[in-house]
């Protein structure tokens, strides 16, 4: 990382306001809200604007960053984010002076030639490139490998500390969270998700009657390999708590769903230095299995993921995906499950009488409530929700709204609405 003494200054200055913000007194008075919903007791509905890198672009666009250097530009893009919330979104999210440095570290993949869905533009959408295209493929299968590079981990740590020293806590690692190696691992511990980029999507749904034994012999596979590989992060000592507010381009540990602050973790005989999964949360979905029956989710997926939900001390599950049919085999088969994603896909009357208030009810509105913006609309939709979820204990977050249609205003009046409504309940 290569800064100069001007760009320097304008990080500190940058700082410097960001740790003012950190210390004003409110923040405490959030984490009691997050610690009390997450702990099942009564407080207000939480209010989450989880906005997507697009759409920051929109409030913060590149052309406004000032350092060249592409590491530091990307921190000075994330302090910037932190004054705007603060400034102009005003939500439930909690602005601390914290700033983390990942382990660096590669993480061998499951196969040779993997292809990943996905696009790196927000506008468009990107196929399935199977891998697995035979049944005999799976035996190309390799369990991932964790590779660890202290020393340069070490070096951007005494570079960033040399730069914010007395502004920011610079900590070296970051809390385990649903996003955590995802480029290989997949979005959360999930691993349903991992077969249908190696197998593709509509070959899973035809091995699903046609070859069950394939889909249970690779769901076995991806089920040992995960475990393998959180067991390496608890022996290589990567595992830093994650019972706080840490938020990494706009997911927590709970995933999609909420602040993951709570005093029910670490559990009791925790080692303050050598941290493992039975004092973290964990989180889960099956957004594949959407157009999927309860029968089959229960039968090639839930098993699998309960493996590896027993061994977090809570768990969080769901994300796009409707579950309203699923509810009961979710809740019979992931265990220390404290967080459920209702999405907008979902219906909210089926999750609020079925969920009620021993879960926390993440609740996400439809984004498209932003595409055609009308603060009327926005506050009768809002009212619904908070009408139906009354003895719940909710939180209503607004995600996936990939622009903002160059009216920054929408975000913050849909968050000034929903705060607004959320003193009433």
């Known amino acids: 990382m290569v800064v100069t003494m001007e760009e320097k200054a304008h990080l500190r200055a940058l700082a410097r306001e960001v740790k003012e913000i950190a210390e004003k007194p409110l923040w405490d008075e959030k984490r009691g809200l997050w610690k009390s919903a997450n702990a099942l007791r009564k407080v207000r509905p939480l209010v989450l604007a989880s906005l997507p890198d697009a759409a920051w672009r929109e409030l913060i666009p590149e052309k406004d960053l000032v ?3 592409s590491h530091l530009r990307t921190i000075e893009w994330d302090l910037r984010k932190r004054i705007y919330r603060w400034k102009y979104i005003k939500d439930d999210e909690i602005i601390n002076s914290t700033l983390y440095v990942p382990i660096e570290r590669a993480v061998t993949d499951w196969i040779d030639g993997r292809v990943r869905p996905y696009s790196a533009r927000a ?15 799976l035996g190309k299968m390799k369990y991932p490998e964790v590779i660890v590079d202290r020393d340069t ?3 951007k740590h005494e570079v960033l500390q040399s730069i914010f020293q007395g502004l920011l806590d610079v900590v070296e690692g970051e809390p385990f969270f649903a996003a955590t190696d995802g480029s290989v691992m997949g979005w ?3 691993l349903i998700d991992l077969l249908c980029e190696l ?17 249970h012999e690779a769901m076995q596979f991806l089920a040992e390999g995960t475990i393998r590989y959180l067991e390496s992060l608890e022996r290589e000592n990567l595992l830093m708590l994650n019972n706080n507010e ?21 559990k009791e005989g ?8 039975a004092h973290l949360w964990g989180y889960f979905m099956a957004q594949e299995f959407s157009g999927v029956s309860p029968e089959m989710l229960e039968e090639f997926v839930l098993p699998y993921q309960s493996r590896i939900a027993k061994r977090f001390g809570l768990n969080a599950y769901g994300c796009c995906e409707g579950n309203d049919r699923k509810w009961d085999a979710i809740i019979r088969h992931i265990p220390n499950l404290r967080e459920l994603s209702v999405s907008h896909a979902a219906n909210l009357e089926v999750a609020a009488e079925r969920l009620k208030d021993d879960f926390v009810l993440s609740w996400k509105p439809h984004p498209g409530m932003i595409a055609a913006f009308s603060e009327a609309a926005v506050e009768k939709e809002l009212r619904r929700g908070f009408d139906i979820t009354k003895g719940c204990r909710l939180v209503v977050c607004l995600r996936d ?3 903002l249609f160059g009216e920054p205003g929408r975000v913050s009046a849909w968050t000034r609405i929903a705060r607004e409504l959320a003193r009433e309940y």
């Open 153 to 155: 981990t070490r070096a």
């Open 188 to 190: 959360g511990n999930s």
């Open 67 to 69: 350092v060249r250097d």
């Open 199 to 215: 197998r593709g999507l509509e070959n899973v749904f035809y091995d699903l009657t046609l070859a069950p034994a394939f889909i």
């Open 246 to 266: 840490f938020i990494a381009a706009s997911n927590t540990p709970l995933g999609s769903n909420g602040l993951a602050l709570t005093d029910e973790l670490p």
């Open 270 to 277: 925790a080692e303050p230095h050598r941290v493992t999964t």
């Open 123 to 137: 506008d468009r959408a990107e196929k399935f490139t199977p891998v697995l295209l035979d049944y005999r493929d």
């Open 401 to 403: 709204t990939q622009t």
